[in-house]
């Protein structure tokens, strides 16, 4: 089983970028895929969440700018970042549980599988 997440890098702010997170060794249309980010000195923090019945959900601080999906066919769900901002800086990391959980509580679960991390760098 893997999660290889892709897509990180720098970006000005007001940019745009793509993060990839490419599941593989499992069903993954069983399987809620999150996002999460550390920022340097910071904890861990939620950013948005596709459930396995399609929903999704998304932290305040991204609401608006950030979009997820995916894509069954290719086992890889996307982030898509618009309007970055230099807060967005941190390491995203993609991770994936099994089974229906109740999206607004994603940032709660413990997860099954975790990505590598991308870092991501957004420069005023």
């Known amino acids: 089983v893997q999660l290889q997440a892709s897509g990180g890098g720098l970006v000005q702010a007001g940019g745009s970028l793509r993060l990839s997170c490419a599941a593989s060794?499992?069903?993954?249309?069983?399987?809620?895929i999150s996002w999460f980010r550390q920022a340097p000195g910071k904890e861990r923090e939620g950013v948005s969440c596709?459930?396995?019945?399609?929903?999704?959900y998304y932290a305040d601080s991204v609401k608006g700018r950030f979009t997820i999906s995916n894509d069954n066919a290719k086992n890889t769900v996307y982030l898509q970042m618009n309007s970055l901002k230099p807060e967005d800086t941190a390491v995203y990391y993609c991770?994936?549980?099994?089974?229906?959980?109740?999206?607004?509580?994603?940032?709660?679960?413990?997860?099954?599988?975790w990505g590598q991390g991308t870092l991501v760098t957004v420069s005023s």
């Open positions: 991770a994936a549980i099994h089974g229906i959980i109740r999206v607004t509580s994603y940032d709660e679960y413990t997860y099954d599988w």
């Open positions: 060794g499992f069903t993954f249309d069983d399987y809620a």
């Open positions: 596709f459930s396995s019945d399609g929903s999704t």
